[in-house]
């Protein structure tokens, strides 16, 4: 450059400010200017001001440090802080800049801006990471890491082929059968899914399959990448905000696309052999930094854009965001193999340097600003420091320029809760009567309805009234509602050859010893449960629930080697009834029903009982307690149960029935403790041996309760009991 200047080939504009020049070392930005100055000397007009508004600020000149608590309240100052700038012409506004230390936050602040604003420029790159193509990359690497060999079949995991299936970018290219697979996938409980399950479209082909070599891979994600970017409608009627969001993602795929073809001689290079793992650290490194560049009308309204990209413009009014120690200067250096001491000593770029580069860039553009607003994250949480910028700092301590600071305080609320109570409308209770009452009713009320309506009566309403049922899924590992599903299961298959026959103490003694009996139904059954084709790696946690299993059954088996001999009369049947009742001056015939665990009869006795693996109380104070509003779950079991008795007494009523619960976790004695005890006084209480002794007072309040699932004056309130919405699908809802 010196030589070009010397030729008479080059001149040189320096601009600066006299107060970080004069001020010699004090100011880093004078750094690089200074020695500038003296090898290029300065081709500016004589007349050229160095007194800029930086360090000689007029009246008119305001300059505001605004700390926040986090990056979401920066971009939603923004309307606040345009509304503030003094008024200008639309063909003035270019005249104003927002800009974005940290470029993330492109997103949240073109979602902040207030619809008036007129023309916006946005001269800044978007960072690549941040879209939805890079999340489809990104899971494919997870799913070509992830994918496995057995048996000459590539089986790839759950996670990722349903995040992928699920991906908007797939299911914009996706057909009918693509989308089927995900709903076969989930009520299949497979968990390791093999490429023959997957491979069933031309799509599912290009998606689902394995590469060994880094070129083979480098072909694959290409190949997907093309046919995703054929995706949306592409006819002339699209609307004109898909036709942009259609344009935006091409190019955000062109621009993966470019580095994947960059990469191709590398991937295809004989010299150098390297994994695929490696390779897809390499590409993924690479996407991750790379953004994708927005193109603008440099003249035409609000300038958005990103630090680096104001070098040498001056703008009127100044909005900048993230002023933020560790933002600015960035601490980040680029890459390089020449370390630190060596660049240093041989006058190379280091991170001192770089700092000089931005203060001086960060100074100069307060040359001729007039209105300046720096916004910082106070939140000092996790890995930030909350702090402002050095800069800022540094301005703060300046004689000649002093910011306002101002510290932002918010008026805190949480979101509005849900009202916790809603009316039941005739609407309401139209839709329960279409599904319950009368002989065509198409459903049946539970006893987990009833149990539901009296825990939480909003539960009721989401699941019942509003159909709104939880996502049908099933964890990968064996979660409490599997358990219990073997337990029932297990049971159902010791028994089930034994109807009519009497079970004796030996015939029990001989099951609960073969343990590899035991253990072979409970893998069979688990088996069962995830399905035939599963291939569910088995956990640690599922070898420790096992063993619980294992022991569970044989306490159910002491227990029913302590009433032996009785005999089995069914199990897992299914029972019917219509329950009578007058709801607001109608006689409505409710549809009621469900399926008894067992039945059998011990010692002259019929009982019915209910395995229950959850919580269920062992006496009760009186019949009421089952049926108060917002009461306790541990009663659920006893209401249920009962609920059974009267259901199998309506179909043989010559029977005497004794209901019977076995609350697993408590079998801890031979002596099972499974019948209902209901409390006469302080010290004493009675067994309930007999359901038709409480048969009337029963049915008194079960009519009650269900008469008030079916009065549409019935309030409809969320619980009181905050405990209950711990493990409740519908929390989200309440917002609890
Ligand atoms: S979150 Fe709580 S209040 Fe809401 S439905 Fe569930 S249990 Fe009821």
Redesign the pocket.
């Known amino acids: 450059m010196k030589r070009l200047q010397d030729q008479g080939k080059a001149c040189f504009y320096w601009d600066y400010d006299t107060s970080y020049i004069r001020d010699g070392n004090t100011n880093s930005a004078g750094l690089f200017m200074n020695r500038n100055l003296k090898v290029f000397r300065n081709d500016m007009p004589a007349d050229w001001q160095y007194n800029t508004l930086l360090s000689t600020p007029g009246t008119e000149v305001t300059r505001r440090i605004i700390g926040t608590a986090s990056d979401i309240v920066q971009v939603k100052l923004i309307p606040e802080l345009l509304g503030s700038l003094p008024t200008v012409p639309p063909e003035e506004a270019h005249h104003t800049a927002v800009i974005l230390v940290d470029e993330n936050l492109i997103v949240p602040l073109l979602t902040s801006l207030p619809g008036d604003i007129g023309d916006i420029n946005i001269t800044m790159g978007y960072p690549l990471k941040m879209t939805g193509v890079y999340s489809l990359v990104k899971h494919i690497f997870n799913l070509q890491r992830n994918a496995s060999a057995e048996r000459n079949e590539i089986l790839f995991s759950r996670r990722e082929v349903i995040d992928i299936l699920r991906h908007p970018l797939i299911a914009d290219v996706s057909g009918d059968e693509e989308k089927s697979i995900s709903a076969e996938i989930i009520s299949g409980n497979l968990f390791r899914i093999p490429t023959g399950f997957l491979c069933k479209t031309r799509l599912m082909e290009a998606v689902f399959r394995k590469s060994s070599t880094p070129s083979e891979f480098s072909d694959y994600l290409t190949n997907i990448l093309e046919i995703v970017s054929l995706g949306g409608s592409g006819d002339d009627q699209e609307d004109p905000d898909s036709l942009m969001q259609r344009k935006l993602r091409n190019e955000f795929i062109h621009s993966a696309l470019k580095t994947i073809s960059r990469l191709e001689p590398v991937a295809e290079s004989q010299a150098v052999t390297f994994r695929i793992d490696t390779y897809i650290r390499i590409l993924d490194k690479i996407l991750r930094n790379q953004s994708v560049p927005f193109t603008g009308e440099p003249l035409s309204g609000i300038q958005i854009m990103g630090f680096l990209e104001t070098r040498a413009l001056d703008f009127r009014n100044i909005i900048m965001l993230s002023v933020n120690e560790g933002a600015l200067p960035s601490v980040s250096t680029g890459s390089s193999f020449i370390p630190y001491s060596i660049r240093e000593a041989f006058g190379l770029p280091v991170i001192n340097h770089q700092e000089s580069l931005y203060a001086y860039h960060f100074f100069r553009l307060l040359h001729r600003a007039e209105n300046v607003t720096f916004v910082y994250n106070s939140d000092s949480s996790g890995m930030r420091t909350g702090e402002m910028s050095r800069f800022l700092t540094q301005m703060k301590y300046a004689r000649l320029i002093s910011p306002e600071t101002v510290t932002l305080k918010f008026d805190l609320r949480t979101s509005s809760p849900e009202n916790p109570e809603i009316e039941k409308t005739d609407m309401h209770r139209e839709r329960l009567l279409r599904l319950y009452s009368g002989d065509q009713a198409r459903s049946m009320l539970s006893p987990t309805a009833i149990n539901t309506w009296l825990n939480?009566r909003?539960?009721f309403y989401?699941r019942y009234i509003s159909g709104l049922k939880e996502p049908d899924q099933i964890s990968q590992e064996i979660d409490h509602a599997v358990f219990g599903q073997v337990l029932h299961r297990i049971m159902k298959e010791i028994y089930s050859g034994t109807p009519g026959k009497e079970i004796t103490p030996d015939y029990i003694d001989t099951l609960s010893g073969d343990t590899e009996f035991l253990a072979g139904l409970i893998d069979q059954t688990v088996d069962s449960i995830y399905g035939q084709d599963l291939r569910r790696p088995e956990s640690g946690n599922d070898i420790i629930i096992k063993d619980i299993l294992l022991a569970y059954l044989r306490r159910i088996l002491a227990a029913d080697r302590y009433i032996s001999p009785f005999a089995m009369v069914g199990t897992e049947k299914e029972y019917r009834f219509l329950l009578p009742l007058v709801s607001e001056g109608t006689e409505l015939r409710i549809r009621r029903g469900g399926s008894i665990d067992r039945i059998d009869r011990a010692g002259g006795r019929l009982r019915i009982v209910d395995y229950k693996t959850g919580e269920v109380a062992s006496r009760i104070a009186s019949l009421d307690d089952l049926f108060a509003d917002d009461r306790k779950k541990e009663f659920d079991g006893w209401l249920q149960t009962l609920l059974y008795c009267e259901a199998f007494l309506s179909n043989n009523p010559a029977e005497a029935v004794r209901p019977s619960v076995y609350r697993v976790k408590e079998l801890i004695d031979a002596k099972p403790d499974d019948a209902l005890k209901i409390k006469e006084d302080k010290n004493s209480e009675w067994i309930l041996e007999d359901y038709r002794t409480v048969r009337e007072t029963f049915m008194a309040g079960i009519t009650g309760v269900v008469a008030s699932i079916f009065s549409s004056g019935e309030p409809i309130r969320?619980?009181k009991t905050l405990s209950?919405?711990n493990y409740?699908p519908?929390?989200g809802?309440?917002r609890?």
Do not use: D, E, P
């Open positions: 939480c909003m539960r989401y969320m619980t209950k919405c409740c519908y929390r809802l309440c609890r």
